[in-house]
């Protein structure tokens, strides 16, 4: 709190970071109010002295709008304070207030709300704008670079994978050739130790020890038929001198029966031709050959038979090494004569067999050859991807290898593989030709050779797969277009929101100050409809009252004045009974639960007269019209018609300058032939927008007339009572009120009920007048006599009570005077003699009248009192069985807080409490009562008469539990 200097005392709150101004502020005061905009405005109720206190002007800021202060010493800018202003007329206005830093120079302090230029604001969105699409730029580059460079590593290792899988099958195919050249090997042994001694085979074989030719050929088909690609097979058996004619003349006598073209020269060598090269000649006496005995196929290679290896420098040193280590052998590459291919070399692998536990050998004494191409080894391989292979021997020189043989892999058309053999290269020159494509280098052990194995790729395959990954960074490039433009457009669509918004609030701004005394003006009228309502029948029993009065002040009232000072007492007691009604109506309504009594009504003195009557008092100008035939009676609720029919009127009275209200009465022929009744409420007023019909009858809908009409809930809550009634509320669109300008408007109510005839109506009056009777016994419905004696006594009430219910059904003797053939012959029951009640109530005076009110019907029943839930619960400590019935208010007021009606009911059936207890409430609460655990609800004030209040108690004590037992 500060105070100011003319004395005034100010107050600041600050709510959610908003000014909310609770200051009052001195006449001298100059106060500028803008409001931001709409979702802004706090809506706040100000009254203000005057519209001229508040004046309405530009702070040339389109961001926000100031209030200023002109008083000094009042609080600084960074405080937010709502205006409070003295009037005798009551303003309200919706301000909101933002703090502004600094002040000025006179020194008053000024408030406005905090932001930056347009332009400011468009170069910040922009920034924003152009880093979010440098971010999505910068992540696309980056993901195209990590991409690529994954896509060629991916490439890469599928590449050196088919390398590696090419070497792998390599080594299997040579394995292929080295197991059958064991074969042949020891197959050809193996047999001929076996047939050594046997007399029917040639010399050579009983010599060396050797299968027969025939056999050797049968080898050759086994080997043929596996689809093993070879040159030849051969034998190559150890003959010492000693054996060279025997071997030969059993050569020279195969050939000649076998192959008769075939020139067999014996066993033959190479040696030097004088020209620096070799020719084959007959073979000098040796101590020991290498001759090739056996060849198969022979047609092709006659040249090789019976030739000895041994005098071949290259195959020399082969033979040596795999005599030394009995192990096979590889010689260096051939160009065979019969070779038809330019670039393409052979090699024979010699296999000595292997070395037997059982044999006395100490170095072989035979080998087997097989003569390989080196395309049909390459070939074997059966690689299906696309590449070259290179092949070179790189045992006696790893920096300049042999070359073998290279081969090139294509895809066909149709998915097949061609190999095409390739031109000889050294390594060096394939290495400087490689380029950009991928490669791979192997060396491998293959027999006693050391092999370099390399594989490069066709030029445009293995190439990476950046289409995808291109896509990506093209995507994430247009997303980070689309976000900054987006955000771009939302942060301008947010700024002319803001300016729109803050337009319209200055618009409202207006509006609210134009119409602020029109708003207390209506409030006023509303208050005064409220009062008007209750004021009239609270006058009657004023009245009523002050007449009953003054006849009991009287020594000696006559008959007559007795009977008058009934009929005050019944006006004084209707009266109440409607002010109590339209009270508790009101909550009803709210609460959706509001009831409708039906009874005959008559619709000129009972709804039209009085409501005319009451817009003549109001002092309108217009004319106020009734209309409709006399006497037309309808079954109706008296009181909700009556609120229909006022609430439209009066509804007509905020438009009507000038013409007529008429009210009229309306009987018509329904489509069936039944006549039914219907209530017009025309004026002359200016009609209703064509725009606004369609929604007239929503609860809270737009208002006819900005700030004028309030939120419509009147003509919501009209139709809703005419629905209860059975009825039906509807606007005429094709009424004219035949005024120039002023169309008019007409509400329909439709009652659709028949008008009742005299005889009926005038019998039901009759059948309600009922005569006092001497004692506290009443007659009962039909109805409420089944109710009571539903088996005798009810079973629920012996549970919870035991025997202490006595109920007597004796029917009670006709009244001195009447016809006993009209008496109620219906069992009339009696309430229990004795029963222990406590009644929760914090009024005094309420809990004062029960307990004598009960006494006048129940003398023996004990009545105790308590003021609110704690005493009572305070009371049944040690004792809970003390009480029979409990009667319980639901709204006990006090200092402090204190129990609710329901929250004492829940807390006492917690505590094992089984009486019955029956709620209370001026307010319809009876479904939160039962719930908590009551038996029954009544309606507050409780009934004072005898009848009424016996009924009340036997339906307490003697009914049905509403809850379960």
């Known amino acids: 709190m500060a105070n100011k200097t003319d004395g005034t005392v100010s107050s600041t709150t600050q709510v959610q970071g908003k000014v909310v101004l609770n200051s009052k502020i001195a006449p001298s005061d100059k106060v500028n109010l803008i409001p931001t905009a709409m979702s802004d405005v706090e809506e706040s109720l100000v009254p203000a002295t005057s519209i001229?206190?508040?004046?309405?002007?530009?702070?040339?800021?389109?961001?926000?709008?100031?209030?200023?202060?002109?008083?000094?010493?009042?609080?600084?800018?960074?405080?937010?304070?709502?205006?409070?202003?003295?009037?005798?007329?009551?303003?309200?206005?919706?301000?909101?207030?933002?703090?502004?830093?600094?002040?000025?120079?006179?020194?008053?302090?000024?408030?406005?709300?905090?932001?930056?230029?347009?332009?400011?604001?468009?170069?910040?969105?922009?920034?924003?704008?152009?880093?979010?699409?440098?971010?999505?730029?910068?992540?696309?580059?980056?993901?195209?670079?990590?991409?690529?460079?994954?896509?060629?590593?991916?490439?890469?290792?599928?590449?050196?994978?088919?390398?590696?899988?090419?070497?792998?099958?390599?080594?299997?195919?040579?394995?292929?050739?080295?197991?059958?050249?064991?074969?042949?090997?020891?197959?050809?042994?193996?047999?001929?130790?076996?047939?050594?001694?046997?007399?029917?085979?040639?010399?050579?074989?009983?010599?060396?020890?050797?299968?027969?030719?025939?056999?050797?050929?049968?080898?050759?088909?086994?080997?043929?038929?596996?689809?093993?690609?070879?040159?030849?097979?051969q034998f190559m058996p150890l003959v010492?001198?000693?054996?060279?004619?025997?071997?030969?003349?059993?050569?020279?006598?195969?050939?000649?029966?076998?192959?008769?073209?075939?020139?067999?020269?014996?066993?033959?060598?190479?040696?030097?031709?004088?020209?620096?090269?070799?020719?084959?000649?007959?073979?000098?006496?040796?101590e020991m050959y290498w001759p090739v005995h056996y060849i198969e196929p022979v047609v092709g290679n006659e040249r090789a038979i019976d030739l000895d290896l041994y005098t071949s420098p290259t195959q020399k040193k082969t033979i040596q090494n795999v005599v030394?280590?009995?192990?096979?052998?590889?010689?260096?590459?051939?160009?065979?004569?019969?070779?038809?291919?330019?670039?393409?070399?052979?090699?024979?692998?010699?296999?000595?067999?292997?070395?037997?536990?059982?044999s006395n050998e100490t170095e072989p004494t035979s080998i087997s050859l097989v003569v390989i191409r080196v395309p049909d080894l390459l070939g074997r391989t059966r690689v299906e991807h696309p590449a070259s292979f290179y092949l070179y021997d790189s045992t006696y020189n790893d920096?300049?290898?042999?070359?073998?043989?290279?081969?090139?892999?294509?895809?066909?058309?149709?998915?097949?593989?061609?190999?095409?053999?390739?031109?000889?290269?050294?390594?060096?020159?394939l290495e400087d030709s490689i380029g950009s494509k991928f490669s791979a280098h192997h060396s491998v052990t293959i027999a006693d050779r050391q092999w370099t194995i390399v594989v490069v790729s066709h030029l445009h395959t293995y190439e990476p797969d950046i289409l995808n990954v291109v896509v990506g960074g093209v995507l994430i490039v247009a997303a980070s277009f689309v976000l900054s433009s987006c955000f771009w457009i939302h942060m301008t669509r947010v700024a002319n929101i803001k300016k729109i918004e803050a337009q319209a609030a200055r618009e409202k701004a207006d509006l609210i100050v134009k119409s602020a005394k029109h708003q207390a003006v209506t409030e006023r009228q509303l208050n005064e409809y409220i009062a008007h309502e209750v004021r009239n029948p609270l006058s009657s029993a004023i009245a009523a009252l002050s007449f009953v009065t003054a006849t009991t002040n009287e020594a000696d009232a006559t008959e007559e004045q007795m009977r008058v000072m009934k009929d005050d007492l019944h006006i004084a007691d209707s009266s109440l009974k409607f002010i109590?009604?339209?009270?508790?109506?009101?909550?009803?309504?709210?609460?959706?639960?509001?009831?409708?009594?039906?009874?005959?009504?008559?619709?000129?003195?009972?709804?039209?007269?009085?409501?005319?009557?009451?817009?003549?008092?109001?002092?309108?100008?217009?004319?106020?019209?009734?209309?409709?035939?006399?006497?037309?009676?309808?079954?109706?609720?008296?009181?909700?018609?009556?609120?229909?029919v006022s609430n439209l009127a009066m509804n007509a009275t905020k438009f009507v300058e000038r013409g007529f209200i008429r009210l009229k009465c309306v009987v018509i022929e329904t489509e069936d032939g039944e006549q039914s009744v219907q209530l017009h409420l025309e004026d002359s007023g200016p009609g209703i927008p064509l725009e606004k019909r369609a929604n007239l009858f929503a609860k809270f809908q737009e208002s006819l007339d900005l700030l004028n009409q309030g939120t419509g809930i009147g003509l919501c809550l009209s139709k809703h009572l005419s629905n209860l009634m059975g009825g039906d509320l509807w606007l005429d669109e094709s009424y004219d009120s035949g005024f120039e300008g002023c169309p008019g408007t007409r509400f329909i109510l439709d009652l659709r009920a028949r008008p009742l005839r005299e005889d009926y109506w005038e019998n039901q009056f009759e059948s309600d007048r009922i005569e006092p009777q001497e004692s506290t016994?009443?007659?009962?419905?039909?109805?409420?006599?089944?109710?009571?004696?539903?088996?005798?006594?009810?079973?629920?009430?012996?549970?919870?009570?035991?025997?202490?219910?006595?109920?007597?059904?004796?029917?009670?003797?006709?009244?001195?005077?009447?016809?006993?053939?009209k008496t109620n012959h219906h069992h009339r029951p009696e309430l229990p003699e004795s029963l222990n009640v406590l009644f929760v109530d914090d009024d005094m005076i309420l809990r004062k009248l029960f307990c004598r009110s009960v006494r006048r019907v129940a003398p023996g029943w004990k009545v105790e009192e308590a003021s609110n839930g704690e005493t009572t619960l305070h009371i049944l400590e040690g004792n809970l069985d003390k009480y029979d019935v409990i009667f319980v208010d639901q709204y006990m007021s006090s200092i402090e807080k204190q129990l609710l009606g329901t929250e004492t009911v829940r807390l006492l059936r917690a505590k094992g409490v089984g009486c019955i207890i029956c709620g209370l409430s001026a307010n319809d609460a009876e479904t939160p009562f039962i719930k908590a655990g009551a038996d029954h609800f009544l309606f507050k004030p409780f009934p004072c008469e005898p009848g009424p209040l016996k009924r009340a108690l036997l339906n307490v004590v003697c009914g049905p539990l509403k809850r379960r037992v």
């Open 580 to 644: 109590n009604e339209l009270l508790r109506n009101m909550n009803r309504a709210a609460n959706q639960q509001m009831s409708i009594n039906m009874a005959p009504t008559d619709i000129m003195s009972d709804v039209l007269e009085p409501v005319a009557s009451m817009l003549y008092l109001r002092g309108n100008i217009v004319e106020v019209l009734t209309e409709g035939p006399e006497n037309v009676v309808v079954m109706s609720d008296r009181l909700r018609l009556k609120q229909i």
């Open 777 to 821: 016994q009443m007659a009962y419905t039909e109805n409420e006599q089944a109710y009571l004696m539903e088996d005798k006594v009810n079973p629920q009430r012996n549970q919870v009570f035991g025997q202490r219910l006595p109920v007597s059904f004796a029917p009670s003797p006709p009244r001195a005077g009447t016809d006993s053939s």
């Open 324 to 358: 030394t280590k009995w192990a096979p052998g590889i010689t260096d590459r051939l160009q065979l004569v019969q070779e038809t291919e330019v670039n393409a070399y052979s090699i024979i692998l010699h296999h000595p067999g292997v070395p037997l536990m059982n």
């Open 240 to 286: 010492k001198q000693e054996q060279r004619d025997a071997v030969e003349a059993e050569a020279r006598s195969f050939y000649e029966e076998e192959f008769p073209d075939v020139t067999y020269r014996g066993i033959v060598g190479f040696f030097p031709n004088g020209e620096g090269g070799l020719e084959m000649q007959p073979q000098r006496e040796e």
């Open 52 to 233: 001229s206190a508040i004046q309405m002007q530009s702070s040339g800021n389109e961001e926000g709008l100031s209030a200023t202060s002109s008083n000094t010493g009042s609080k600084t800018a960074e405080n937010m304070r709502s205006i409070e202003l003295e009037s005798d007329d009551e303003v309200f206005c919706d301000l909101t207030i933002f703090p502004e830093s600094g002040n000025k120079k006179d020194g008053s302090n000024t408030a406005t709300f905090p932001g930056t230029s347009t332009r400011q604001t468009k170069q910040r969105n922009m920034i924003f704008a152009l880093l979010i699409f440098l971010v999505g730029a910068a992540a696309s580059v980056a993901y195209l670079t990590r991409g690529i460079i994954d896509a060629k590593d991916e490439q890469s290792d599928q590449f050196h994978s088919l390398a590696a899988e090419f070497v792998i099958k390599l080594q299997d195919v040579f394995e292929d050739y080295r197991l059958f050249g064991l074969w042949i090997h020891e197959s050809c042994r193996s047999r001929g130790f076996a047939e050594t001694g046997n007399s029917g085979r040639n010399a050579s074989q009983n010599v060396l020890g050797i299968c027969s030719r025939q056999e050797f050929r049968e080898i050759h088909e086994y080997i043929t038929s596996v689809g093993l690609d070879f040159q030849s097979i």
């Open 399 to 429: 920096t300049n290898p042999v070359f073998l043989g290279a081969q090139d892999v294509n895809l066909a058309s149709k998915g097949d593989t061609t190999h095409t053999n390739l031109q000889e290269i050294s390594l060096a020159s």
